[in-house]
């Protein structure tokens, strides 16, 4: 096991990013409390009990002047009555200037959030309303933000939350970094690769879970390298058993030959050519069980660049060539395809010229046979169909099967369900997979060979 120092479970992690968290806050709310003191001492706000002060200053002043609007602080809100409560001049609205006319017979220094200031003039009362309000000093930030202390918390909240955003990803990233460790590990024993070293994490508690993926990857790759064996050791029996009963075979073979060239009546000419022909079939048997040995040992496919437009064309050539002997018709149609693709080239070709080969069994004298290429959802696709007499609905579901012959008449023709097993197979070895139906065009069979692209 690979060696991890300085290792913490999750709650010490997620505590470490609180105590950094509320630093973080703690440190934002100092920094906005130092600049908008700098502001208040440089003048750039205007503390909340400015007016009232001003006012204050400003009382006699106010008090004698004529028009008192230049000694009145923009942010405040004036009017001046005569003794009879008529309204001499201000800078509010008559509805305005009725409610602070009841609020100076009321007596009242504060109404709500807005506090009032009564000065006495000749003849003359002068009421001034103000507010309790930090202000920016300059007019232009006073029209859009009137209050400086919203502002400021204004700015506090969209710090905090920003604050909240940027460490909750970086916790999320820092996860998402020692979890794709556990990821990693699952897709390799998925994918069946067990000879990886695991890779173990700064985080207790996901080391616990490699720990136990790791036991895991070793008594599987214990239990597939036994499993390896014993079908190595099944497949030499198997070959070493069909090479065999090749030689007692030809010897069956041989002398029935050798019998059928005497002078014989004809039930024992008959009982012969019986011989014959059940050796004849005997041996296309052992072939297609050698050929299922062979399939399944070449397990590793050597993918390469293929020129896909060759490929199509040597394919074609073996097609009319085989087709040429029963007299049919082969047509090739070549939809939108690349020009290059990753494949194994042997054993994508030996797969296609498989089906192709059934085809041209069960499709009738002077019939035809369809190949086509193109592309499909990323995936190449070649499809065969034959002018036979098509698939039933059992091989529909089962011909992809080993030794499946559906319809005995097969026989005949000297198939042991073998061909499109194979092709199936090496189509599985590339991603893809080897779909089967009916052809509405030939009204026969109809195979299709899909692979991935890359």
Avoid at 105 to 125: C, L, S, V, W
Avoid at 223 to 245: F, P
Avoid at 286 to 293: A, D, G, N, Q, R
Avoid at 321 to 330: C, H, T
Wanted: hydrophobic letters at 40%; glycine letters at 4%; proline letters at 2%.
């Amino acid at each position: 096991m690979e060696i991890i120092n300085r290792q913490k479970n999750i709650g010490r992690i997620f505590a470490l990013y609180i105590i950094y968290f509320c630093a973080a806050t703690i440190l934002f709310a100092i920094s906005i409390f130092v600049l908008f003191g700098f502001m208040l001492q440089n003048k750039t706000i205007l503390p909340a009990n400015y007016c009232e002060q001003y006012i204050e200053q400003k009382r006699n002043d106010i008090a004698k002047a004529k028009d008192v609007r230049p000694l009145i602080p923009e942010e405040c809100k004036y009017a001046v009555y005569n003794l009879d409560g008529k309204l001499v001049q201000g800078n509010v609205s008559e509805e305005k200037s009725l409610d602070m006319w009841k609020i100076l017979q009321d007596n009242k220094t504060k109404e709500g959030n807005h506090f009032y200031k009564i000065i006495q003039r000749k003849n003359e009362i002068c009421i001034v309303e103000y507010s309790l309000i930090a202000k920016f000093s300059n007019p232009m930030l006073q029209k859009y933000m009137p209050n400086a202390e919203k502002f400021f918390l204004l700015q506090y909240i969209i710090l905090f939350i920003s604050e909240v955003i940027i460490f909750s990803r970086c916790f999320r990233k820092r996860l998402s970094k020692e979890m794709k460790i556990i990821k990693d590990t699952t897709e390799n024993i998925h994918m069946g690769n067990l000879e990886f070293q695991i890779k173990y994490s700064n985080i207790i508690e996901i080391n616990d879970i490699l720990s136990a993926l790791d036991k895991m990857k070793m008594e599987l790759q214990q239990s597939l390298n036994k499993q390896w064996k014993m079908e190595q050791s099944r497949k030499e029996q198997m070959a070493a058993l069909a090479h065999d009963i090749g030689t007692p075979l030809t010897i069956l073979k041989g002398n029935a030959e050798l019998l059928n060239e005497l002078d014989l009546n004809s039930d024992q000419s008959t009982f012969v050519k019986n011989i014959l022909s059940e050796s004849s079939k005997m041996e296309v048997y052992m072939k297609s069980l050698i050929e299922i040995i062979k399939s399944e040992r070449e397990t590793v496919i050597q993918k390469k660049e293929i020129d896909l437009q060759n490929f199509i064309e040597d394919i074609s050539e073996v097609g009319h060539s085989m087709a040429r002997d029963k007299r049919i018709e082969f047509i090739r149609r070549i939809g939108e395809i690349p020009k290059y693709f990753l494949a194994d080239e042997i054993a994508l070709q030996r797969a296609i010229i498989n089906v192709i080969s059934n085809a041209v069994d069960y499709s009738p004298v002077n019939g035809k046979i369809l190949f086509q290429a193109d592309i499909n959802n990323e995936h190449i696709r070649f499809i065969i169909e034959d002018s036979g007499r098509g698939f039933t609905q059992e091989e529909l579901n089962y011909a992809t099967e080993q030794f499946f012959q559906g319809n005995k008449s097969r026989n005949l023709k000297n198939h042991y369900g073998m061909g499109l097993y194979i092709a199936r197979e090496f189509l599985r070895q590339h991603n893809g997979n080897l779909y089967l139906a009916n052809s509405k065009e030939t009204g026969g069979a109809k195979v299709t060979l899909e692979i991935p692209i890359n």
